[in-house]
């Protein structure tokens, strides 16, 4: 086990800004509607905000574009918003993480406005250019994430840029050491504001080698790390979580390894990427296959069970809901997004919840093309239908997995905006608005959000949650996801019905427990004995004892 950090008996919850409140009505979340909510984070107990990027850009991917690094987009507010913030969060002892997303900056941004003029100047280089190939092609034919080549051709300097992401989204040379101490320069400036720390997006692609075709975890990206923690992190005290897609339970420890000198925590997906489909990825996805599910998680808290920290998560502003997607959006919806929520909070890392999860917002019901904002969909949906997959079933997927069931409007409260705007949002509010909302949730302790609530409390109440060895059982079982964590003689065990269906079992002496129920969603439970249980549909069960 390993030192307790302040950060690690917090619950971290994430804000999308556009989406999350609107104190202007211009249909666009800003930074003030986030200083108003600020009471709803610190009523869930909320310690800790990743804050999805606040920064100038031209939105092409909602921010993750930025054109100034060091201010704030005018639709969100001003840098005296941000500085209120911040001041009101730490009063309620709420710290801020901002999104750094440094693998690639907006096109806009004037270092590229510079580079893509002269290749003289010394911006050109904070970009990774390439000459055209013989037949003034682009070099090569690799594809980019959101579709199209990685390579736009930009005739004022007769070369082409690399872009990972989208051509408004060119990717930062982080081989060009100005650039690096630029990237530094302004972390410390945000730390300086009194930020705690940083979400790091896509954090795994900084170190590659395009010429080699090195891309996710490449050759440089733990020599980039340490050196941004010398320059910029350390003696600081700051919580840094590094996103990546590409991280495995072999990599981690590199990236969050206490002796590394890198960062606090992995923001991995494999749990995510495991419903996936092997050809048409997200956009086929499967059913939950529980017993896979269980595993990759069980993998991860073995993986880093004594260095490192995991985060957890199902939700995030990329993802589905997590109701919609592994629960019962339907007849079960309190008590699946109940079940889901205890089993993901009650390992070992930091939960990290994500605005409407706490209600069990559902996703978007989306059912035609116009209906959707995100780069990536609309990107993909050229592709996909180009590559001859019928639009109903590209449809049928997104609605499944597209990123914009998790950016429909926060739902507040009963009114027509749901309480996000008092005027036109930005992308439509979901229909369920009315039954679904903060307001009709707040005094209820059956509801979801007091169920949150419990769980965000339980983490700092018991030091089990935090320190305590996670051992997992019942591995094979198709509805139930059952573990134990044990910390100085005291046993947590956890039972959730990951079904629709009663869920029997024989519970092992080692997943037994006497003692209070500190969890019981279903109906009142003394403990969980050894010898056969019968959970109900999406029941969830911790007891605490020994
Ligand atoms: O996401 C990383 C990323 O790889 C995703 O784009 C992922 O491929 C996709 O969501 C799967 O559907 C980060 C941000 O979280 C995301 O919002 C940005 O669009 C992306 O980086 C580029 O900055
Ligand atoms: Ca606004």
């Avoid at 901002?98 to 590229?112: E, Y």
């Avoid at 209600?359 to 019901?365: D, F, K, L, V, Y």
Wanted: proline share 6%; aromatic share 12%.
């Amino acid at each position: 086990t390993r030192r307790t950090e302040w950060w690690m008996n917090r619950t971290a919850y994430q804000i999308y800004p556009r989406s999350f409140a609107d104190a202007n009505g211009d249909g666009v979340g800003d930074i003030p509607g986030i200083i108003d909510r600020l009471h709803h984070l610190a009523d869930l107990g909320i310690g800790l905000i990743w804050l999805s990027p606040v920064y100038r850009s031209p939105m092409a991917d909602n921010g993750y574009d930025i054109s100034d690094y060091q201010d704030i987009a005018p639709e969100y507010g001003t840098l005296a918003d941000f500085d209120r913030l911040v001041a009101e969060a730490d009063r309620r002892d709420i710290g801020i993480i901002m999104d750094l997303v440094v693998n690639h900056s907006s096109d806009r941004h004037p270092w590229f406005l510079e580079a893509k003029q002269d290749r003289a100047s010394p911006f050109h280089d904070f970009y990774y250019w390439r000459d055209p190939a013989p037949d003034g092609g682009p070099p090569d034919d690799r594809k980019a994430y959101f579709g199209g080549p990685v390579w736009t051709f930009y005739p004022e300097v007769g070369r082409y840029v690399f872009n990972l992401f989208s051509p408004q989204q060119p990717d930062l040379n982080w081989q060009n050491p100005a650039l690096r101490q630029a990237v530094y320069d302004m972390m410390r400036w945000w730390l300086d504001r009194g930020v705690r720390g940083f979400r790091m997006d896509v954090i795994d692609l900084i170190g590659k080698d395009i010429d080699r075709d090195l891309i996710t975890e490449g050759p440089y990206l733990h020599d980039f790390l340490q050196e941004m923690h010398r320059e910029v992190l350390a003696g600081r005290d700051v919580v840094t979580v590094g996103e990546s897609w590409n991280v495995t339970k072999e990599t981690a420890l590199l990236y969050c390894g206490r002796d590394r000198g890198e960062l606090d925590m992995v923001f991995q997906f494999q749990h995510i990427v495991a419903g996936w489909d092997r050809v048409h990825g997200k956009w086929r996805p499967h059913p939950l296959d529980l017993v896979a599910f269980k595993k990759v998680w069980t993998d991860w808290q073995e993986a880093l069970e004594v260095d490192g920290w995991n985060s957890l998560f199902l939700n995030n502003h990329d993802l589905p809901r997590s109701v919609s997607r592994y629960g019962d959006a339907g007849q079960w919806r309190d008590r699946s997004a109940k079940a889901l929520a205890t089993a993901i909070h009650l390992m070992r890392g930091t939960p990290f919840v994500f605005q409407g999860e706490e209600i069990g917002m559902t996703n978007a019901g989306f059912t035609e093309i116009t209906h959707y904002r995100d780069i990536e969909l609309i990107n993909m949906h050229r592709e996909m239908l180009m590559q001859g997959l019928p639009e109903h079933q590209f449809l049928e997927g997104a609605g499944i997995t597209a990123r914009d069931n998790a950016r429909t409007p926060m739902q507040w409260d009963t009114g027509p905006g749901a309480g996000f705007t008092t005027g036109e949002p930005w992308i439509a509010v979901n229909p369920n608005s009315a039954d679904i909302n903060v307001a009709a949730q707040r005094n209820d302790p059956n509801s979801v959000l007091a169920h949150y609530r419990h769980l965000v409390a339980l983490r700092k109440q018991h030091e089990v949650i935090v320190q305590g060895r996670f051992v997992s059982w019942l591995e094979d079982h198709p509805q139930i996801w059952a573990y134990t964590r044990e910390w100085n003689n005291q046993r947590l065990s956890v039972l959730c019905n990951i079904s629709s269906e009663p869920a029997r079992t024989e519970v092992p002496p080692g997943l037994a427990s006497n003692g209070t129920c500190l969890i019981c969603t279903a109906h009142p439970r003394h403990s969980v004995p050894a010898g056969p249980i019968t959970l109900e549909p999406w029941e969830a069960v911790v007891v605490l004892g020994n």
